[in-house]
């Protein structure tokens, strides 16, 4: 499995990067600090037998890819086990939605997940992964005690291969 995530600026990724270790800390769960995962959006999840295929297609996309500002506005579950820090689902993501998808789609032998397409993704950033039930209660009293909405400006494009997170190729945008 190969994700193309983008990244934030230094502000948001120490916002984001608190709410990770705040909730590891009180719940325990150190899934995302332990495995070294970035605060990253995924834009697209694609299985391949080779991150080779992936990459002309990674590398075209990637120069049409701009720096973009976005606003998060709120907090979530994808039950039973992510939590996660959600943006408005503006026009810049929606392009970046559609571009990654429209170049990457065609790839033979390449399956892009369901949930990144245009039109059934749910942007958002995972905070904490593999939580247990009582967990996610703790998460969720975490966010309630210090999330306010941000602003954000995405700063770097990348892809990068899952368990463990390893980054092949990234991307500054402009």
Do not use: C
Not at 63 to 75: C, D, N, R, Y
């Amino acid at each position: 499995m190969y994700l193309i995530s983008v990244y934030f600026d230094e502000k948001t990724n120490k916002i984001l990067q608190r709410y990770i270790d705040k909730i590891a800390d009180r719940t325990g769960n150190r899934f995302m600090t332990e495995n070294k995962v970035p605060p990253h959006m995924t834009i697209s999840s694609i299985e391949a037998k080779s991150v080779d295929v992936l990459i002309p297609s990674f590398e075209a996309v990637a120069g049409k890819l701009k720096a973009g500002e976005i606003q998060f506005v709120s907090t979530g579950q994808l039950l039973p086990y992510v939590f996660y820090v959600t943006p408005v689902l503006n026009d810049y993501l929606n392009d970046l939605s559609t571009m990654v998808y429209d170049e990457f789609s065609n790839i033979p032998e390449t399956k892009i997940s369901r949930y990144y397409m245009p039109g059934s993704w749910l942007a958002h950033v995972t905070l904490a992964k593999t939580l247990e039930k009582e967990q996610m209660r703790t998460a969720l009293e975490v966010m309630q005690e210090d999330f306010s909405p941000f602003t954000s400006v995405v700063v770097k494009a990348g892809l990068s291969k899952v368990n463990p997170h390893d980054d092949v190729r990234s991307v500054m945008l402009r």
